[in-house]
């Protein structure tokens, strides 16, 4: 199995165009284009099926409107692994962050970057958990028809998903839904260098805020597509405790898989300067 330093430092050439979206059972392969062929759709309605509940997520995709209105691949890792844990705590990689089954209590989450929100949403219906879903202003409504789209599954399941916008970087904006969070997830949110400083922040101001309040964690897949997104993990290293809880195998010809990571503040005291 690959190791986490092995993915970042590897030096062979990824190629962006393949990774961004890899040719899967839900999208057509990319044939030389940046977007998956369905790009050229308006609007695509997909159902996901959560086996540990028996039940049926819809999550409206607006592939013409930009990356953010489309799934990502590193968000079914997340939920598969939302999944596992539902049905076999034990067996999941999320069992040392989660509380076992026997704890009932209505767990508060923060998703970060959730374009579509099919890791939030599935985060609320498989825990029963109350959500708090995120991204850019103009992602927002979108967030919002999906959670809408699910809203009885999610009242059945005893979860909520509420939409807020998010701009990473911004201090004002985490101070209007800073709340007591127990977990932070997030899914392919590492493609764009210029963005690296701002997600960094953000994370910076709930992981590492220096309250006297419960350690939070940060659970986030990604499918590494650059050798630039090392850059991202060796300044995180320098501000959290990052670990690897989980490695996908490659599959459908890439040479790797999505990883998941967690990631805990440390004291300001013990963190390095980032830059």
């Known amino acids: ?94 069992a040392p962050i989660l509380p076992d089954g026997r704890d009932h209590r209505h767990l508060s989450i923060l998703e970060l970057g959730s374009g579509t929100g099919l890791v939030g949403i599935a985060a609320a219906v498989i825990l029963g958990a109350n959500v708090t879903l995120t991204d850019l202003p103009h992602v927002i409504p979108n967030l919002q028809f999906n959670a809408h789209a699910n809203a009885n599954l999610l009242s059945l399941q005893g979860g909520t998903a509420h939409v807020a916008p998010l701009r990473w970087g911004e201090a004002d904006d985490v101070n209007v839904i800073e709340r007591e969070f127990d977990l932070i997830l997030a899914s392919d949110v590492v493609y764009h260098d210029h963005l690296y400083d701002p997600l960094l922040e953000t994370l910076r101001l709930f992981l590492n805020s220096g309250k006297e309040k419960k350690k939070m964690t940060f659970v986030m897949a990604h499918l590494r597509r650059w050798k630039k997104d090392s850059v991202f993990f060796k300044k995180a290293k320098k501000m959290f405790d990052v670990q690897t809880i989980h490695v996908d195998p490659p599959c459908n010809g890439a040479r790797i898989g999505v990883v998941v990571y967690s990631f805990y503040g440390k004291t300001e005291k013990n963190m390095k300067n980032p830059c």
């Open 1 to 94: 199995m690959a190791t986490t330093q092995d993915q970042e430092d590897d030096e062979d050439d990824i190629n962006p165009i393949t990774m961004l979206f890899p040719a899967d059972g839900h999208h057509h392969p990319n044939n030389g284009v940046l977007f998956p062929a369905r790009e050229v759709e308006e609007t695509s309605t997909d159902q996901y099926d959560i086996s540990s509940i028996k039940s049926t997520l819809l999550i409206r995709q607006l592939p013409s409107q930009g990356l953010s209105f489309q799934l990502w691949p590193a968000a079914r890792t997340l939920v598969s692994l939302l999944d596992l844990y539902r049905t076999h705590p034990t067996h999941s990689p999320l």
